[in-house]
């Protein structure tokens, strides 16, 4: 019943911007840490920026000053705010949340299907 779904991505020249939206729904209680992750073809994954409950954030050495992650504990969102994007930033971005706890569970981890963005020349 829980489910994180992903919106947001498209199409974009570098230097343009994007911003990636996920929202998780269902009877959730609480969730850890929320996530994003990114994926290029024959390219292992990378986690790209997360931020706990109480707002400390990290981010991969390669977005950082140009990616803003924030959520929003009450609606239990995450967005990834996307600035001076680059043809190497192309992927498929997945959402995470880590450590959710939903009614009636033990904590778990739950992905959304993920969301594709392209950065051409």
């Known amino acids: 019943q829980v489910q994180l779904v992903e919106s947001g991505g498209g199409l974009v020249q570098a230097g343009g911007s994007l911003r990636l939206s996920c929202a998780a729904s269902?009877?959730?209680?609480?969730?850890?840490?929320m996530n994003w992750w990114r994926q290029a073809p024959g390219a292992q994954r990378e986690l790209v920026a997360g931020m706990n409950s109480v707002g400390n954030t990290t981010y991969a050495e390669s977005v950082k000053g140009r990616f803003t992650i924030s959520r929003d504990n009450a609606k239990n969102t995450v967005d990834l705010q996307m600035n001076a994007l680059k043809p190497e930033d192309t992927a498929a971005y997945f959402c995470?949340?880590?450590?959710?706890?939903?009614?009636?569970?033990?904590?778990?981890?739950?992905w959304g299907q993920g969301t594709q963005v392209t950065v051409s020349l």
């Open positions: 995470n949340a880590e450590g959710l706890v939903s009614v009636g569970f033990y904590s778990r981890d739950y």
């Open positions: 269902g009877p959730i209680l609480s969730i850890w840490i």
